[in-house]
Structure formats: structure tokens, C-alpha cells
T-cell receptor
Framework: TAGITQAPTSQILAAGRSMTLRCTQD?????MYWYRQDLGLGLRLIHY???????GKGEVPDGYSVSRANTDDFPLTLASAVPSQTSVYFC?????????????FGEGSRLTVL | GQNIDQPTEMTATEGAIVQINCTYQ??????LFWYQQHAGEAPTFLSY??LDGLEEKGRFSSFLSRSKGYSYLLLKELQMKDSASYLC??????????WGAGTKLIIKP
């Protein structure tokens, strides 16, 4: 079982360019999440989706957008990248938001903005 | 504000026992999670506590005291493969996860 697949694994991006990080899950989970992980900080929630067709803002949503057209896919878009968006991005899913169940994470996408 | 505190780094010896502490201050409480994250990899679920007490799962145990806002992860019979970061996370009243910065555990032979 693939679980959650993220692409690309890593990317170097020029400031001002746009970028979409892809995330696909095959577990039919209702809830999906995008986190960023920076050295010395805990995982920070960017955006989330409780179910297909709905999205919500997390702790650090500025500069990012998401869509949830179907259950499986949850892409994250940076419209105009800035160096402070250099980070490791993790996509995650759970059976339902608020169900106190575990999160399943993708392998991460390492993004460097120059 | 909401806050999760855990030590930045700990060192232990192979075969020994180590306890990683986590204290939290959050808006409400709907459970506490521990995740393991090896360097360069994704976090993976270890344990979930919502009631006070000790939950044992093989070599790993997790303890919770809600009145003290405190949890610990206990790792027994340490193996080299246990070298990783251990992340504490609390689910608040809005069912959002608040994450600690993680404790990097170094195992020495």
C-alpha cells in the first residue's frame, strides 16, 4: 500500500516563482493536512481539509493555497515563493478530523527558495 | 498561548532506559500523541493517551497526567535504531494538533 505520496521530493525554486506540491493518498481518508517543519520548531499546520470540497486555514496559511477536488488529492500551491518558505513540507491524512486518530505522513518535500 | 515543551536533545546508552518528558499548556485537551521521526523521514505514530495513566506497547510506554499537563515517553532496552527525534503533540479543544519541537535522542553503543 502506497499510503501518501508526495512530489517532488525536493525542489530548488527562484523567489517569485510559483510552485505546486502534490499529495495523493490511497487510504480513502477524509481529512488531509499540510505541515511545514523547520529546524527548532514544531510542525506547523498550513492548511487542512476535513473532507473533499472543503478546506481551512491552519496556523501559517499566508502565501499558500490548497484545493480538495476529490478525496485522494490535496495539492499545496505557493503563488509567489519567498525565501522564508524554504522548509520541509509534509502532507498527512487521517480518517477524520477530530477523531483523535493517528496521522499518516508522506515522505516530505524539501523546498529551497533562493 | 498554546505551548508544548520537550528537551531539545538527549543521549542514552544502548540497552538502557530513557524517559523523554513533555509538558503542555493548551486550550482544552483531546489527547496527547507521541511520534517518532528518523532523520530525513516522515513522522510515524507511536502512542496516544487521553486518560491519565500508563499505556504500554512493547518496549515503549507513554504516561499522561492531565492535571499536571505532563506526559513522558519511556523507551526500554534501547537499540541503535531508536536514534531519532520524538515529537509530542496535543490535540486542543478545536481538535487541532499542537506540536512540540521534538527531542533528538542519540543512542551510544
Amino acid at each position: 500500500t502506497a499510503g501518501i505520496t508526495q512530489a517532488p521530493t525536493s525542489q530548488i525554486l527562484a523567489a517569485g516563482r510559483s510552485m505546486t506540491l502534490r499529495c495523493t493518498q490511497d487510504m480513502r481518508h477524509n481529512a488531509m493536512y499540510w505541515y511545514r517543519q523547520d529546524l527548532g520548531l514544531g510542525l506547523r499546520l498550513i492548511h487542512y481539509s476535513n473532507t473533499a470540497g472543503t478546506t481551512g486555514k491552519g496556523e501559517v496559511p499566508d502565501g499558500y493555497s490548497v484545493s480538495r477536488a476529490n478525496t485522494d488529492d490535496f495539492p499545496l500551491t505557493l503563488a509567489s515563493a519567498v525565501p522564508s518558505q524554504t522548509s520541509v513540507y509534509f502532507c498527512a491524512s487521517s480518517e477524520g478530523q477530530g477523531d483523535t486518530g493517528e496521522l499518516f505522513f508522506g515522505e516530505g518535500s524539501r523546498l529551497t527558495v533562493l | 498561548g498554546q505551548n508544548i515543551d520537550q528537551p531539545t536533545e538527549m543521549t542514552a546508552t544502548e540497552g538502557a532506559i530513557v524517559q523523554i518528558n513533555c509538558t503542555y499548556q493548551t486550550s482544552g485537551f483531546n489527547g496527547l500523541f507521541w511520534y517518532q521521526q528518523h532523520a530525513g523521514e516522515a513522522p510515524t505514530f507511536l502512542s496516544y493517551n487521553v486518560l491519565d495513566g500508563l499505556e504500554e506497547k512493547g518496549r515503549f510506554s507513554s504516561f499522561l497526567s492531565r492535571s499536571k499537563g505532563y506526559s513522558y515517553l519511556l523507551l526500554k532496552e534501547l537499540q541503535m535504531k531508536d536514534s531519532a527525534s520524538y515529537l509530542c503533540a496535543v490535540m486542543d479543544s478545536n481538535y487541532q494538533l499542537i506540536w512540540g519541537a521534538g527531542t533528538k535522542l542519540i543512542i551510544k553503543p
